[in-house]
Nanobody
Framework: VQLQASGGGLVQAGGSLRLSCTAS????????TGWFRQAPGKEREFVGR????????YYADSVRGRFTISRDNAKNTVYLQMNSLKPEDTAVYYC????????????WGQGTLVTVSS
């Protein structure tokens, strides 16, 4: 599975961005997809995920209610809609894939930079 994240950019606080994670090699419904981010000088952290079966979504407390993950099966793409952005959301965002909910994320795409100005 090859994943590619895109859609990052510069946005003012309170604004919105939508990131895309486009997959090649397998249908996006055949594995779970997670979103992660890494801010400068910090460790990578979990943002949210959409599971393979049923498409259930889960979010980190820091983004719940502001971020939404969705999936377009026809486009083989997973989205991360980010609303009410805050400067602390500034980071490089990555998407990743895993086979099951009990396995680790083993497929990683290149990140996309999101910068939120105050």
């Amino acid at each position: 599975v090859q994943l590619q994240a895109s859609g990052g950019g510069l946005v003012q606080a309170g604004g919105s961005l939508r990131l895309s994670c486009t997959a090649s090699g397998r249908p996006v419904t055949s594995y779970g997809t997670g979103w992660f981010r890494q801010a400068p000088g910090k460790e990578r952290e979990f943002v949210g995920r959409i599971d393979r079966n049923g498409g259930r979504t889960y979010y980190a407390d820091s983004v719940r209610g502001r971020f939404t993950i969705s999936r377009d099966n026809a486009k083989n793409t997973v989205y991360l809609q980010m609303n009410s952005l805050k400067p602390e959301d500034t980071a490089v965002y990555y998407c990743a894939g895993r086979e099951t909910t009990s396995s680790t994320f083993e497929y990683w795409g290149q990140g996309t930079l999101v910068t939120v100005s105050s």
